[in-house]
């Protein structure tokens, strides 16, 4: 399948400061790219969905201006948690859809955000 | 992103046996992905069937999907200690995935 990188792989940073992850896709462009979050022994829940060149469209309950996401370029979306808190300590993936008309997507590896 | 089901939810199997997992979702999907997460690591991307496909093998592992039950299923023979990890299921639309719960398989050496 095609390569989704995420960076870092895991992170810890200080209560209060903000924290960016990249995703990006290596060998395709990838005009939509889906950003989640993972709690322990649980599913992703989807946070937010990112178009190239547009804003994010947030999943409900999703804090918009806590989570950041630009789209800036097609291979390349960042999430930026903002002021961040303990609470936010979780794993985030992105997905990268192969295309505009893409009828495929691929997972990063993930991202674990530890918050202290 | 909406929710299928994995079955089972745990499974313990002694190396060099068989582990079988199933998925199933609710709505009409493109592809299916397997991936396979060691505790509190990344996930690894274990192979993906097309919805015209019915079977798929790569190395020890062999995926079958039957769009008609909406259900797939993950083979992977002669387990190794190694496999022991969370398994879980991604069907993808074409706009958003279902995933199952995932199945956390453990094989005793």
């Known amino acids: 399948g095609a390569v989704v990188s995420q960076h870092p792989s895991w992170v810890i940073c200080k209560s209060g400061t903000s924290v960016k992850i990249e995703c990006r896709s290596l060998d395709f462009q990838a005009t939509t790219m889906f950003w989640y979050r993972q709690f322990p022994k649980q599913s992703l829940m989807l946070m937010a969905t990112s178009n190239e060149g547009s804003k994010a469209t947030y999943e409900q309950g999703v804090e918009k201006d806590k989570f950041l996401i630009n789209h800036a370029s097609l291979t390349l979306s960042t999430l930026t948690v903002t002021s961040a808190h303990p609470e936010d300590s979780s794993f985030y993936i992105c997905s990268a859809k192969t295309g505009s008309g893409g009828t495929e997507a691929f997972f990063g590896q993930g991202t674990r955000l530890t918050v202290v | 992103s909406q929710q299928g089901e994995e079955d089972p939810q745990a499974l313990s199997i002694q190396e060099g046996e068989n582990a079988t997992m199933n998925c199933s979702y609710k709505t009409s999907i493109n592809n299916l992905q397997w991936y396979r997460q060691n505790s509190g690591r990344g996930l690894v991307h274990l192979i993906l069937?097309?919805?015209?496909?019915r079977e798929k093998h790569s190395g020890r592992l062999r995926v079958t999907l039957d769009t008609s039950k909406k259900s797939s299923s993950l083979l992977i023979t002669a387990s190794r200690a190694a496999d022991t990890a969370s398994y879980f299921c991604?069907?993808?639309?074409?706009?958003?995935?279902?995933f199952g719960t995932g199945t956390s398989l453990t094989v005793i050496p």
């Open positions: 069937i097309r919805s015209n496909e």
């Open positions: 991604a069907g993808y639309t074409g706009n958003q995935f279902y």
